[in-house]
């Protein structure tokens, strides 16, 4: 893949100096309808070994567009507070909103590709994770983010030559440490690890773009012509790239697969039972996140569930039984300006607990596939592809350590309407009842279609579903703290 | 002071549960109001020597009120991301917005009090903290926080006893360490030095509740009352609370003692002189930027200046001499939701640099003392309080070892005009220029008068502005470098 950029292209200072002027103008118009439009993010992605020119292109590109609107991203240690969270936790704080955009030197690939060059992890290990990295791609890319990614190709010999010429001059030689060396012993092993990599990210979507690193000049003109030329093409454009999805039916489920309507809400629970049961599980809660196991680990709980299902309840039972210090309650409402202005997943991990805590949603990213879906907010392309991205959101915390529960809790439509009404009665709980929740009610078989399809597609084996039976307030509670504990107990005892 | 807490006040069972259920209520009513009306934060701070009950009141509190509107700190070991900001900096970043609560275990009192009585700090300097943090509280009160301080006393007696008790039940037995007995060791020094520590901090706009812990039921039903009385009378009140001001005229600067006109604005340079020049300056600090004492410190700097005086190409040769994965830089324009919620400064606190990075902002947290002031976009109570605030603000920054560079760029009325026009001419400059642009310029003389305030009241020995002749860009932009460079030297050769 690499030969057929060692052909050592060069630019003359004369063509250079001629393609700077009007470059450099029609990137700074374009990042200026970027920042007035707001119509999408930019993230570009700089790559390659060391010597290849990548500091430098990033410090042209700051120079020749308004740095007050770029974010340049070096690949530091990650912090303490990073390292708590999913690996990915990090790049997306990084991530740009719209309007804006952000350089990364080294990315997302960097560190699969360092582990597989000295032989950490396995090949399959290193595609398995290029895969997922294809995947987040392609999200941010049907989010409204154009990734951009280039890969500053050098041959060996020549990379030899700069590394010594950086080593040599006083001011840079700090840039050469001897994990650099340590790097280039094995630059066959990295070629071949790298070209992997850029073959299996390489979409449709967000495409790497190899450039050879020979000519700085040639370099920095085929970078800026590359940034331009999408930049103008997606401004240009209308809308946002969606995936192609066939107009499904909404599917009837059958009565009697339905798993909503074959659970049974029945079960009922004295006051008397409940509290001394309540009060065991409870403790067991409290003793579980107060071991040292727990102390690495993390919990996110997402509750979901009709309105007036008894989530709020159930949530301040489980808070009472943790350190409030350590539990963070997250209800989710409409998102903030910041928050629109990111991918839909965002809102989320913003706020993923630190190691031994907790954070539990009061509705979640689940939204999409749920209010948004059957009220029509989100498009149909968007949901749909919502299952898969839900799925590896997850999979990235548990790979992580992190437990999740997630739980649906079901009541009838009966004991739904029970609700309202005596909600509305009760003084302290009439700011609970909106029209909006009586609306929300005639909808209810769709919101079962909706339902139904989420527990089919984001159910797994490692993060299933809780059903919760809630028509017993009572024993709906113990169902979540009875699961919760046992899901603990499995996690912390492996 | 702590005498007339020790009359073991009590409530009987009876009296509790009489009580408990309407307060609650009225609690959690006025915490929806609080979430409806967005009308201010509240911050709630529990005190008080270990065993005194303070994290079974926080836990009670969220069991009362709805805890998915409220956050809950417990004070934690700074993380390194925490370490790498002034002190305050992890506070900042748990103040709730408004409509939401915070409830503090352990607070930004707590440090130096503990500090105190292990003598690691002097008492004068104890005292100085505790300045510092009334005026914090008040800057809080003046910015829409209601801020309630419960101190939970016990006798030393009682305190042993509590202790005691906890450590013989397994299930809290961990919550005592060799450091609580350590303290409790030092009971009577922490007592003595707590007094005084209240004292200090004790104001008009944030007293603190002092109460007795030995009865659970009264110490609860005692803290939910206050909340509640305060809450209460905070939302049925018109606006925020603000410092009495004396209506000030503006002032006339006399000609000869006005900075900007004695400011001599004819230093030209040629374009030669200022390339050779400028490289020189951009080599100095990317050296003392990379040096190893830097990576222990961060550089802030503030760009301000009249319309079209360059701070943009003064900050794009600051950003072209720096790393630019290790420089933020942060156009200052209206504020987000998310910062309006937050007190004034809180939007300029979420992007200090970490260790070894720099931030620059273009334009600042002086926007209130000049465009807000002039404007009117702030009451007159409000711009005449920032002066303090920011010059307490960067005093934090330089305490913590923040090298802070204030730059004013100043042209004169014919030169800003010249620019305008040629602005208006140039293709890809002229989204910079708006009909605001040409208003601001009508105000030109009560903008002068807001300037000369700003830097007679918050220009210090340490943090000094730098007034930097921008007639002529070159010269203008070498007295930026130049000073950097300087300042960069003395504050690393410390």
């Given at each position: 893949m690499f030969e057929a950029f060692e052909l050592g292209r060069t630019?003359?200072?004369e063509e250079f100096d001629a393609a700077e002027g009007p470059l450099r103008e029609a990137l700074l118009e374009a990042q200026m309808d970027l920042k007035a439009s707001k119509k999408l993010a930019v993230v570009v992605i700089v790559g390659g070994v060391k010597g290849a020119g990548k500091r430098e292109t990033l410090g042209v590109l700051n120079a020749w567009m308004d740095p007050r609107f770029i974010d340049t991203h070096?690949?530091?240690?990650?912090?303490?507070?990073?390292?708590?969270?999913?690996?990915?936790?990090?790049?997306w704080r990084m991530l740009p909103p719209k309007g804006r955009i952000s350089l990364f030197h080294g990315s997302w690939h960097t560190m699969p590709i360092v582990h597989r060059a000295f032989g950490r992890i396995s090949n399959a290990r290193m595609e398995r994770e290029m895969e997922r990295v294809r995947d987040f791609e392609t999200m941010l890319v049907h989010e409204g983010v154009l990734v951009l990614?280039?890969?500053?190709?050098?041959?060996?010999k020549l990379q030899k030559k700069r590394m010594r010429a950086i080593e040599d001059d006083p001011l840079t030689s700090w840039r050469i440490t001897k994990q650099d060396w340590e790097n280039f012993e094995r630059y066959d092993t990295f070629r071949k690890v790298s070209a992997r990599a850029i073959q299996l990210t390489s979409t449709a979507e967000a495409p790497w773009i190899l450039v050879e690193a020979t000519d700085h000049r040639h370099q920095l003109i085929t970078v800026g012509r590359h940034i331009l030329e999408h930049l103008r093409a997606r401004l240009d454009a209308e809308g946002t790239p969606r995936p192609a999805v066939h107009a499904l039916p909404v599917r009837e489920v059958a009565e009697e697969v339905n798993p909503l309507r074959v659970l049974d809400l029945g079960g009922r629970i004295e006051k008397k039972d409940y509290e001394t049961e309540l009060e065991r599980w409870q403790g067991d809660l409290a003793?579980?996140?107060?071991?040292?196991?727990?102390?690495?680990?993390?919990l996110v709980c997402v509750f979901e569930g009709m309105d007036a299902a008894g989530k709020g309840g159930g949530i301040r039972r489980v808070v009472a039984a943790l350190d409030a210090g350590r539990v963070k309650v997250v209800p989710v409402a409409a998102p903030t300006e910041e928050e629109r202005a990111q991918p839909y997943l965002w809102r989320f991990w913003r706020h993923l607990p630190r190691a031994g805590s907790a954070t539990i949603?009061?509705?979640s990213w689940y939204g999409r596939v749920l209010v948004e879906r059957v009220e029509g907010f989100a498009a149909q392309a968007d949901w749909m592809r919502a299952y898969e991205e839900i799925n590896a959101f997850e999979d990235q915390l548990r790979r992580h350590g992190s437990i999740v529960a997630k739980f649906w809790l079901q009541i009838s439509q009966e004991e739904q309407l029970r609700r309202f009404e005596a909600r509305a009665e009760t003084a302290f709980k009439r700011f609970k009842i909106t029209d909006e929740d009586w609306r929300n009610r005639e909808k209810w078989p769709k919101y079962e279609a909706a339902i139904c399809d989420m527990l089919e597609r984001t159910s797994t084996e490692d993060i299933p579903w809780t059903l919760v039976p809630a028509e017993d307030k009572y024993s709906g509670r113990l169902v979540i703290l009875r699961t919760l504990v046992e899901r603990m107990r499995?996690?912390?005892?492996?």
């Open positions: 630019i003359s200072k070096g690949l530091r240690e990650p912090s303490d507070e990073e390292r708590e969270r999913p690996a990915m936790w990090r790049f990614k280039f890969w500053m190709h050098l041959s060996k003793r579980l996140t107060r071991t040292k196991a727990f102390q690495k680990r993390s949603f009061d509705r499995e996690a912390l005892e492996e």
